[in-house]
């Protein structure tokens, strides 16, 4: 077992190294620029168009699908708001110092780009099957795109089996442990609650799942913020020494303080870039799944709305974490706590009583969504290979080790899944790069005609 611990540990190290890093910022890079730099010009048209979709204004221009488009947003953004955006934004601040921040904004920016390649593309090479229900998401994009039906495969298997841990037992792991040390509820009690909410929703196929999300993701990201904005307020003094010390770090690094160890700009940059790409999952293919299903007749309005996704999740939640753990000099005088340890020290540092328990409920509401969400994202994998007769028994499965997750510390499981999460990024890279000319084509016929604009 300790063999093939270690060979796993090899190839995550690769998989979310900086061969991989490149490979997803530079996909980013050049499809802004293949695009024409949607981002810039076409964000505010994004911001329109969600907006009308969460007001339920938007029905004259649907088109066929399983979830509105709003729905698919929230769908998304529950998998990737998760504990990246607490623990993962802990980490990269205290390994890298407050310059990952900079790195993470930028690896966002251009990831932007990647998000909508991925949701503009799922829409384009959805099926419907027999059963009339829709599948999308970059293996078909794969399949149909390029005619690499293999590579196509290979990206649903890594899926069909990462959703296991990194959208399942991890989350209820943590769950169960941040319940356990915040409110002391038992691990058990905690296991049981869980496994019975995510059984409720996941039963009900994708349609339930958009439904939950399109409540809970709202409520859940405005809690988060709220509290980290009250923290940003008390202290806007340092705001604009705390932006200087986010740029300063980001090329000069960090020096050392105290205990903690300084930070190199090599760690700044590694460090942002790898937990700003954990958090928005842009380049990994997941998010093609859920927006590809979305009730859209042209494929770039729904690209343009998957952009939206990436912006919350990383340049306004992840930078509140990060904002707020750097104004309240945390990472100094935390005594070198990292993780979700590190943010809720940050936050009870000016809420005192409440703040470990803002961050405890974000962990929890953060954790569900995720997990909710990452089952239809395997469901869908799965369905790809075997067929629509797989859904409801992977579903069972899914509940099943949800319950596993969150009493037991499984680090094989773990390390396998997480290695076959990053590993997605390369089928799906290599269908964005070559399908980037019918995404260029796409995105331009649609935003030159004014009437679908409106």
């Known amino acids: 077992m300790t063999a093939i611990m270690d060979l796993l540990t090899i190839i995550d190290d690769f998989v979310w190294g900086p061969p991989m890093i490149v490979m997803l910022i530079g996909t980013g890079i050049f499809l802004s620029i293949r695009v024409g730099f949607p981002q810039l010009f076409h964000l505010r048209y994004a911001w329109k168009i969600t907006f009308k979709g969460m007001f339920k ?7 066929e699908g399983e979830i509105t488009p709003f729905q698919a947003l929230a769908s998304t953004l529950a998998a990737t708001v998760g504990n990246g955006n607490i623990a993962g934004v802990a980490t990269a601040v205290a390994a890298g110092g407050p310059g990952a921040l900079l790195w993470m904004w930028i690896t966002a920016f251009f990831g932007m780009a990647t998000r909508m390649g991925e949701a503009t593309l ?47 037992m991890v989350q209820t792991n943590s769950m169960a442990l941040v319940g356990n040390s915040v409110f002391k509820i038992p691990v058990v009690v905690t296991a049981i609650v869980i496994t019975l909410l995510v059984w409720i929703v996941v039963v009900g196929g994708v349609k339930r799942i958009g439904q939950v999300c399109e409540l809970l993701v709202p409520i859940m990201c405005f809690f988060y913020i709220i509290g980290a904005l009250i923290i940003i307020f008390t202290k806007i003094n340092l705001v604009p020494w705390a932006f200087g010390e986010i740029f300063r770090s980001a090329f000069t690094g960090r020096a050392a303080i105290g205990g903690v160890a300084g930070a190199t700009v090599a760690q700044a940059m590694r460090y942002g870039v790898a937990r700003g790409i954990f958090s928005n999952e842009a380049g990994l293919g997941s998010g093609s799944i859920a927006h590809g299903v979305a009730q859209t007749k042209y494929p770039a309005r729904q690209g343009s709305i998957g952009m939206v996704e990436t912006m919350i999740d990383t340049l306004i939640i992840c930078s509140m974490t990060g904002l707020v753990i750097v104004l309240t000099k945390s990472v100094e005088l935390s005594g070198g706590l990292t993780s979700t340890a590190l943010t809720a020290y940050a936050f009870t540092s000016v809420l005192k009583g ?17 997990v909710i969400t990452w089952c239809y994202y395997g469901q869908t994998c799965a369905r790809y290979m075997m067929g ?39 089928p799906n890279l290599i269908g964005l790069l070559f399908l980037s000319g019918v995404l260029a084509k796409e995105v331009k016929e649609y935003f030159s005609n004014p009437e679908l604009l409106g």
């Open 57 to 63: 204004k938007d029905t004259a221009e649907r088109g």
């Open 354 to 370: 409440v703040g470990g328990p803002i961050v405890a409920i974000g962990s929890l509401l953060f954790g569900y969504s995720t």
């Open 388 to 426: 629509p007769a797989v859904i409801k028994p992977y579903a069972w499965l899914f509940v099943i080790f949800a319950f596993l997750g969150a009493v037991l510390k499984v680090p094989f499981v773990w390390l396998l899944t997480d290695a076959l999460n990053g590993a997605m990024a390369i």
């Open 122 to 168: 799922g829409v384009k090479y959805r099926i419907k099957d027999k059963d009339g229900a829709y599948a999308a998401g970059s293996m078909y994009f794969i399949e149909k795109g390029l005619g690499q039906k293999w590579l196509g495969w290979l990206f649903a298997l890594f899926g069909a089996i990462a959703a296991f841990g990194i959208g399942d």
